[in-house]
Structure formats: C-alpha cells, structure tokens
C-alpha cells in the first residue's frame, strides 16, 4: 500500500515504513536540539553536540547507552526531555499522530491504519482506535503500578523528599517498561542490587514491556473475558492462544531462566562473589533479565568474565517479544529460523511451530531478518576495531550488539569512544529501533516488477 504526499511542485511516494523511519529521524533531531540548550544541562552551559546527539539517539530507540551522566549532567528539564524522548519512542511516531489526529478529529484516517502497523503494531480486532487506545492504556497502567511502588520504596527506605522520590519513580517506572535502560544513577542499579523491592518491580516492568503490545493485548482481553464470566456465572471456554504469544511466553521463560542459570554458574565467584546467597540468586535473575533490551544493570560488566559477556552478547541479539519496545531480532524470528532448521534436518518440506504451518514467506522474512542483523553487528564491531583498536574485543563486540540490540549495558568504554565510533553506535541504535526489515522498506522508493524470469539452475550449497 503506497501512501501519497503531495506538493506544490512534484508528487512523491511514500511507504508507512519509509514515514515510520523518517519520523524517528524528526523525533532525534528535534530531542538533540532541545538537549543542547543550556536550560536542559544542569550547569546551565550547552551541551556538546554529539554528546546531546548521542543521548537524544539512544532515548528514541530505548537503548540506554550514554556519553554523559543523565542523573548529574541533565537539568530537570533535560530529564524530561530525555524520558519524553523514551515514552515517544516506545508508543512509536505514527502511533502517536494517529492517535492525535483520532483525538482531534473523532475519527482514524486509512493511512494511519498502515503508519500503526508499519511499527510492527499489528491492527487489533476493533481496528486501529482499539489498538491505539490499548496501547496507551496498557503503557500507562504498568508504569503507573511500577512507580507507586518506586515511589514508597524511594521515600521510605531511602529517605528521600516525596517530590524527589515521585520523580525517580517515574522516570524509572517508564524507562523500564520501555525498556530504555536509563536510570538517574551513574552506576545504574549497582547502589540498589541487594533490593528486591527496587529490582524486582523493574524486572517486571522489563519483561512485561518486552513481551509486545499484541501479546498483552491478547493476555488482557483474555483475562477480561474470563472476569466477565466469573461475575455472569458462566463459564468461559479457554480458546488456543496465537502463535505469536506461545512463542514470545515460552520464550521469555526459557530466556529469563537460561541465563540466570548461566549466570549464577559463571559469575558464583566472580563479581557475585561478595553478595549473599540470596542478593546473588537476585542479581543473577536481574541480569537474566537485562540483556533482552532492558538496559538497566545491578552489576559492573566491566568485572564480567569474557564467556558471560559472550553469552550476554547471543541473550542482546535474540532480544524481546515483537510489535514492543523490546529490539533484537526477537524470539519469534529466532523460534522460526531453529523451527526452519529442524525441518531441514529432518527432510520435512513444512516449517511448523506449536502444532501450525508456518508459511515459506515468513521463514524467508527471518532469514533476512537474521542476516541483516549479523551483517549490521559484523560491521558495527569492524567499524569500532578500526576507529578504537585500544579496546578489548570482548568490550567492542559487546558495545555493538548492546547498540543494535538497543539493549543499553556497557563495559564503561561509551563515553571513551572516539566520535566516529560514537556515531557508528548512533546508527546501530537507529537501525536497531525501526529494525532491518523495516529499514530496508523505507529505503525502498517503490515496488521493482520484473517482467520476466531466469533460467533455473541449483548452486551446491555446503
């Protein structure tokens, strides 16, 4: 479906991906003009260019990566530049102005049926105002919960003025569920790992926020069905959940699991060598959680063994569920590809996945997918040897995948990258937050129709 933009001079044609990537490219300008005013940093001086470039880039693609402190650089304003910057960027540019325009107008024009779903926001049964109105009801719900239970924790236990307190609740609680990573803390969450009551909030929020807007609409609507029930006396037949949520749950949980359990035994007496038995089982499941797009980090992985940071680096590509703010290539498409592949080996001409055919053009989709994320890491991490060979290459490899994964943890080299380097992390992020499927869309000025075929000839592969 093409969508048509016309000018006083000539028309052009646009796709909803190519209006989807351009409006994040708006989005990151406009937050990187506001963060170089003087009155967003908290001396009161502009900031450099590419540092507020850098900030502005990771805050719209929910990354979490940063060149300068965002508790003690930015002013209040500056820090609510940055979290309106995540909070935009994780209920999407064209969700947004559909949203608007619904409000303005009372009703919901085509195209912004095809700009919702060109964000991965697959249309819900009650069409596009359904979906918009789930979205941002769902968004606000779970931050909410999240930051009332920050907020208590931060004025009780830790003293700190009701004002205060509300405010790191907030920004917290919504750089969380986004999965943005940024936290007011230059240590991130290392001055909290042994509280529970700020960790395990957080970690909800994480892997609730990474499961995708279909897979908790899904939940929710069947969750109300089944009080409907309750409250009339009838029973409720337990219809067969999508694909998609099978997939995005069992795979969170075998995720989630595998990689405390990596963890633990990998890090047992190395950097949890110091805590006790209990704060270890914590911040290994924190950090179990962390790697799929969350940003936030309990411990230094500067300390990290170079295994832990290598099975970190596979969890950060795989990433979240789809259609959220979760990046990775997602679960759904690493289920497929190992579904594809079991098929292969066992001379099946049919992928299936939880008892269904999955079709040849979905296979192919995350095959290209895949491909256009290892291609985009091998360059990234070329990129970063050649402009920064000081550093390790378990840090640089690290760094990258944690950009295009729009995961947000670091080693601690970020801010020590040269600016070519930085500015290869910028695009990662940006590619990471539309993604390479879509990416490669919006590039696309239009459809090419060839009008004849080749020869067919089969190539010995292996």
């Given amino acids: 479906?093409?969508?048509?933009?016309?000018?006083?001079?000539?028309?052009?044609?646009?796709?909803?991906?190519?209006?989807?990537?351009?409006?994040?490219?708006?989005?990151i300008a406009f937050g990187t003009a506001l963060l170089c005013m003087p009155f967003a940093s908290a001396d009161g001086t502009a900031t450099p260019f590419m540092d507020a470039l850098f900030t502005a880039t990771?805050?719209?693609?929910?990354?979490?990566?940063?060149?300068?402190?965002?508790?003690?650089?930015?002013?209040?304003?500056?820090?609510v530049i940055v979290i309106t910057l995540i909070q935009v960027g994780g209920l999407g540019i064209m969700s947004i102005a559909s949203l608007t325009g619904m409000l303005l107008t009372g009703?919901?024009?085509?195209?912004?049926?095809?700009?919702?779903?060109?964000e991965?926001?697959?249309?819900?049964?009650?069409?596009?105002?359904?979906?918009?109105?789930?979205?941002?009801?769902?968004?606000?719900?779970?931050?909410?919960?999240?930051?009332?239970?920050l907020f208590f924790r931060f004025m009780v236990e830790y003293d700190m003025p009701v004002l205060s307190a509300a405010g790191e609740g907030i920004f917290h609680a919504i750089s969380a569920f986004n999965n943005a990573g940024f936290g007011?803390?230059?240590?991130?969450?290392?001055?909290?790992?042994?509280?529970?009551?700020?960790?395990?909030?957080?970690?909800?929020?994480?892997?609730?926020?990474?499961l995708g807007y279909p897979v908790l609409s899904e939940l929710v609507g069947r969750s109300r069905e089944r009080f409907r029930g309750l409250l009339r006396g009838t029973p409720v037949s337990a219809r067969r959940l999508s694909v998609t949520t099978r997939i995005t749950l069992a795979g969170t949980t075998f995720l989630v699991l595998s990689a405390m359990a990596l963890i633990a035994v990998l890090e047992w007496r190395g950097f949890l060598?110091?805590?006790?038995?209990?704060?270890?089982?914590?911040?290994?499941?924190?950090?179990?959680?962390?790697?799929?797009?969350?940003?936030?980090?309990?411990?230094?992985y500067a300390d990290a063994h170079p295994i832990t940071l290598?099975?970190?680096?596979?969890?950060?590509?795989?990433?979240?569920?789809?259609a959220g703010t979760a990046g990775g290539i997602k679960i759904t498409t690493a289920i497929v590809l190992i579904a594809a592949m079991a098929a292969e080996f066992g001379g099946r001409d049919q992928t299936t996945v939880g008892k269904r055919t999955v079709p040849k053009s979905v296979v192919r989709q995350a095959m290209t997918v895949a491909a256009a994320g290892v291609t985009a890491v091998t360059l990234g991490v070329a990129a970063l040897r050649v402009f920064d060979p000081q550093f390790t290459a378990d840090q640089i490899s690290f760094e990258v995948m944690s950009a295009f994964a729009t995961t947000g943890l670091s080693t601690g080299i970020t801010s020590s990258l040269?600016?070519?380097?930085?500015?290869?992390?910028?695009?990662?992020?940006?590619?990471?937050?539309?993604?390479?499927?879509?990416?490669?869309?919006?590039?696309?000025?239009?459809?090419?129709?060839?009008?004849?075929d080749y020869p067919v000839e089969r190539p010995f592969i292996g």
Avoid at 108 to 115: A, E, Q, T
Wanted: aromatic share 10%; glycine share 10%; proline share 4%.
């Fill in 1 to 27: 479906m093409l969508l048509r933009v016309s000018t006083p001079s000539t028309p052009r044609w646009f796709r909803p991906a190519q209006l989807t990537a351009l409006g994040f490219l708006v989005l």
């Fill in 58 to 79: 990771s805050a719209t693609s929910l990354t979490g990566l940063v060149t300068v402190d965002t508790g003690s650089h930015w002013s209040i304003a500056g820090r």
């Fill in 107 to 118: 009703r919901v024009k085509l195209r912004s049926r095809y700009s919702t779903a060109a």
């Fill in 120 to 149: 991965g926001r697959p249309i819900l049964e009650g069409g596009v105002r359904a979906t918009l109105v789930a979205t941002l009801l769902l968004t606000f719900a779970f931050e909410l919960f999240v930051a009332v239970i």
């Fill in 184 to 210: 007011l803390r230059s240590d991130s969450l290392i001055s909290y790992n042994s509280d529970g009551w700020i960790l395990l909030p957080l970690a909800g929020a994480l892997m609730i926020g990474g």
């Fill in 273 to 300: 060598a110091d805590m006790s038995t209990g704060t270890k089982l914590l911040n290994a499941f924190f950090s179990g959680v962390t790697p799929r797009t969350a940003g936030f980090n309990s411990i230094d």
């Fill in 310 to 322: 290598m099975v970190t680096d596979i969890y950060m590509f795989i990433g979240g569920g789809s």
């Fill in 418 to 452: 040269s600016v070519p380097s930085q500015l290869v992390l910028c695009l990662l992020m940006y590619l990471g937050r539309i993604g390479p499927f879509t990416l490669v869309a919006a590039l696309a000025a239009r459809n090419v129709v060839r009008r004849y």
